[in-house]
């Protein structure tokens, strides 16, 4: 096979790769949007919150160290302990809905029957607040996660393709990792909503509002419940994203690269999440590599995203699997 | 003076239908505007045009024209910063490509070139709605400033990518470059503020504006009443980025002077001015004012009280200004969320009843 077609295809894999990542994050977005018809725009800081938050507790950092020391004029940074990573995890998952019943208790309970577009600006605060939130109680320097994730370049893969095809296949262990988790992840998500009592009841208040409050749901448990949910999706999410590229802002602005795998699959729709995501990861790779780097001088990533899930939607408005738009006067 | 319509008789229907029925609003509405021009500029210093006036008259302009799409049309865009860096970059082009032209019409053609862009970008708001139209218009705001950032001729093939303004004079006043007095750059922007402002209240009241407005409250039923979806959107898409873009090309021109184009009219404009918008008030003219002062001010004021007189360090300040940002809007949406403006409306209306409220 000609080299260029080969290559073309290594790049098709690490988008696809890519696109999980991608996924992770519009699951987090699918998951409240359904339940709750909230656009949740801090989904990208929420996981930059929960990776912050763990790397925090695994390094025994005292939170708000920074802002404790300018005001009292103490000087302390650490307690002086590490945890282990399954039990930092535990903790920041405890923190996360911690989180959740925070913002329900507090933002969400008192924006009840406001128009989606406030709801929406809501998020968007919410996200400035976390952000701010998360700098002071964890700093804001470049922090490095490690939670035993295997790094670098699977070698095996690589010698396998090197010997049946002559050229070898540069995968990163931490992305095929990822595939396995996020995979893992929809599977439990699947099984909880269809075989658990409150996976029921998250499923109806999706589905109806009115008719779940009717039949004695709590609305307010299955919000505190998918927002944790969410809070848990963007943990997984940050871990890989921190883990790949360390703990930083720029984590947060992946909630920007899920917007367009949201219009692609559909607001609605966990399996459109998925499959949005790995179209836009692959689509995204091979048009910087066939077009946007030699033709157009490269960094089309940032765009061609929401230009491809633009085009589409032009076509069909409600996205892949998103339900059908019936609009009645 | 007592504030209410009684004894003021309208005698003729353009009287009944003015912008400021009350006595009381009209003698304020021109005091404001004779002390805003005849007597601020003798007052302004470099700190107060820089940091407060200058920002927030440029900042009034594309609040109001986001109002004119979101507030009044009812189509949600995160697009404004990107419209916004075409006015920037239309004014860049016009100014070094025609040097004789002046202000007023490189600024003037620079919205309208961005009105063209901004049409172009709204036509999928025709097939798509709500969410998915909000986050189409990302895909002009990343483009944009993809666009300028790797195409180099907006740029005219400079080394750093930024683009400067060139010094140009108004009457042989200096408006744009270093060496611009702070009265001057306040009063070349008050001009347009106030012609803008004047036009968006009449756009808003007449035919147009009452089509927008159809379509923002429903668009379907719109149509069967024979309001034309089509030119409907368009033009407030069209009208929106005319206002956008004189404020992007009066932010890089008179107020910046150097801009690099993804760290000022990144996705954190769009949602600045959108903040603007909402904390203002939906659907109206004097919340976009209210919803740019606030937002201008608030940083300022904490940077004050933080740094200077508390003397907290920077970076703190920095972190708290984000927590207390958002707080602050999660609390307006929550107490009022038809912004500042229903605030000053229902302050109007206790007024009207005063002493006697029963």
């Given amino acids: 096979m000609p080299d260029q077609l080969l290559f073309g295809m290594e790049v098709a894999l690490n988008g696809l790769m890519a696109g999980v990542m991608y996924s992770l994050v519009a699951l987090g977005f699918v998951l409240i949007f359904k339940a709750s018809g909230i656009f949740n725009y801090a989904q990208g800081v929420m996981a930059l919150f929960a990776a912050m938050t763990l790397v925090g507790i695994q390094n025994g950092q005292v939170p708000f160290a920074h802002l404790i020391n300018a005001t009292l004029g103490t000087d302390i940074h650490n307690f002086g302990w590490t945890v282990p990573a399954l039990a930092a995890i535990l903790l920041t998952v405890v923190v996360m809905a911690i989180f959740a019943w925070l913002v329900n208790k507090f933002v969400f309970s008192h924006l009840v029957n406001q128009e989606p577009i406030i709801l929406f600006m809501a998020t968007i605060g919410l996200a400035y607040f976390l952000e701010g939130v998360a700098d002071l109680m964890w700093g804001s320097e470049i922090k490095t996660l490690d939670v035993g994730l295997p790094q670098g370049i699977n070698d095996w893969l690589e010698t396998t393709t090197f010997d049946a095809v002559g050229y070898g296949f540069f995968i990163d262990n931490l992305d095929i990792v990822a595939t396995i988790i996020a995979a893992l992840l929809v599977l439990g998500l699947i099984l909880f909503s269809q075989y658990t009592k409150q996976g029921r009841a998250l499923r109806a208040v999706a589905d109806d509002h009115q008719a779940a409050l009717s039949v004695g749901i709590s609305l307010n448990f299955i919000w505190v419940l998918v927002w944790s949910i969410a809070g848990f999706v963007a943990l997984v999410a940050g871990i890989m994203w921190g883990a790949k590229s360390g703990v930083q802002f720029s984590l947060s602005l992946i909630a920007l690269k899920a917007l367009p795998v949201l219009m692609l699959g559909g607001f609605t729709s966990i399996p459109g999440a998925i499959i949005g995501g790995l179209i836009i990861g692959v689509g995204e790779k091979l048009f910087e590599f066939a077009i946007g780097a030699p033709y157009l001088g490269g960094a089309t990533e940032n765009w061609f995203a929401y230009v491809l899930a633009l085009i589409f939607l032009v076509f069909r408005p409600q996205g892949l699997f998103g339900e059908k738009i019936i609009e009645r006067v | ?358």
């Avoid at chain 2, 995160?78 to 100014?95: D, P």
């Avoid at chain 2, 195409?151 to 200096?174: D, H, T």
């Avoid at chain 2, 919340?287 to 300022?300: K, R």
């Fill in chain 2, 1 to 358: 003076m007592l504030y209410r319509e009684a004894g003021d008789f309208k005698t003729s229907y353009a009287k009944d239908n003015q912008t400021f029925p009350i006595k009381f609003d009209r003698t304020g509405y021109w005091v404001i505007l004779i002390a805003a021009a005849v007597v601020v500029p003798f007052m302004v210093n470099d700190y107060w045009a820089s940091s407060l006036l200058v920002p927030f008259l440029i900042y009034a302009i594309a609040a109001l024209g986001l109002n004119i799409l979101v507030g009044y049309c009812g189509q949600v865009s995160l697009g404004t910063g990107g419209f916004m860096a075409v006015g920037a970059y239309s004014s860049y082009k016009l100014m070094t490509a025609f040097p004789w032209m002046d202000m007023f019409s490189v600024t003037i053609l620079s919205g309208v070139i961005t009105a063209i862009v901004g049409a172009a970008f709204g036509l999928p708001s025709l097939r798509i709605k709500g969410f998915y139209l909000a986050v189409a218009t990302l895909a002009a705001q990343f483009f944009l400033v993809w666009l300028f950032n790797k195409v180099s001729w907006f740029y005219n093939y400079s080394a750093s990518g930024q683009i400067s303004a060139p010094e140009r004079s108004v009457f042989g006043i200096l408006v744009t470059g270093p060496n611009t007095a702070a009265w001057a750059q306040y009063l070349f922007c008050l001009i347009f503020v106030v012609v803008l402002a004047w036009v968006a209240r009449n756009l808003t009241r007449g035919t147009v504006g009452r089509k927008w407005m159809a379509i923002r409250d429903m668009d379907i039923a719109a149509e069967i009443i024979g309001v034309n979806p089509l030119r409907a959107k368009l033009s407030a898409f069209a009208v929106s980025s005319f206002f956008i873009g004189i404020a992007g090309g009066l932010f890089f021109t008179v107020y910046l002077g150097a801009v690099e184009v993804g760290e000022v009219f990144g996705i954190q404009k769009s949602f600045l001015v959108l903040f603007m918008v909402i904390i203002g008030g939906l659907g109206s003219i004097f919340g976009s004012f209210a919803g740019a002062a606030f937002l201008v001010l608030l940083p300022v004021v904490l940077k004050v009280v933080g740094v200077d007189m508390l003397g907290m360090p920077t970076d703190i300040v920095a972190h708290l200004n984000l927590v207390i940002v958002g707080g602050l809007i999660i609390f307006f949406l929550i107490v009022e969320p038809h912004g500042l403006a229903q605030l000053w409306r229902l302050t109007k209306e206790k007024l009207r009843l005063w002493p006697f409220p029963h």
